[in-house]
């Protein structure tokens, strides 16, 4: 059974930083695709960034390209997701996802474990 614990929300100006981190429990986490989703109240929630077993392949929403940036460390079982230039549509529940299907375009049915979230608020 793997576990994901996100960390590294919070509150931040528009136009700020933020870096979200998820560390899995478990030996298998190099097996496993990961992923960033989000939930904004009233909305479904999307895939915002994926990541390949390997790290080499990555995946974007067009509306975050060129200011977030996922990454992963297999040493540490961990992975992140580094927000920059955050707008106040940004905010919403982040949630990391590992599925062992390939590809880093993870698609919420093919997800095999969730984190419990962790909330971005991003003030105009």
């Known amino acids: 059974q793997v576990q994901l614990v996100e960390s590294g929300g919070g509150l931040v100006q528009a136009g700020g930083s933020l870096r979200l981190s998820c560390a899995a429990s478990?030996?298998?986490?190099?097996?496993?695709?990961m992923g960033w989703f989000r939930q904004a109240p009233g909305k479904e929630r999307e895939l915002v960034a994926g990541i390949g077993w390997s790290g080499i392949t990555t995946y974007y929403v067009e509306s975050v390209k060129s200011r977030f940036t996922i990454s992963r460390d297999n040493s540490k079982n961990t992975v992140y997701l580094q927000m920059n230039s955050l707008k106040p549509e940004d905010t919403a529940v982040y949630y990391c996802?590992?599925?062992?299907?390939?590809?880093?375009?993870?698609?919420?049915?093919?997800?095999?474990?969730w984190g419990k979230g962790t909330l971005v608020t991003v003030s105009s």
């Open positions: 996802a590992a599925s062992r299907r390939g590809g880093s375009r993870l698609t919420p049915s093919g997800v095999d474990h």
């Open positions: 478990g030996r298998t986490f190099s097996s496993y695709c």
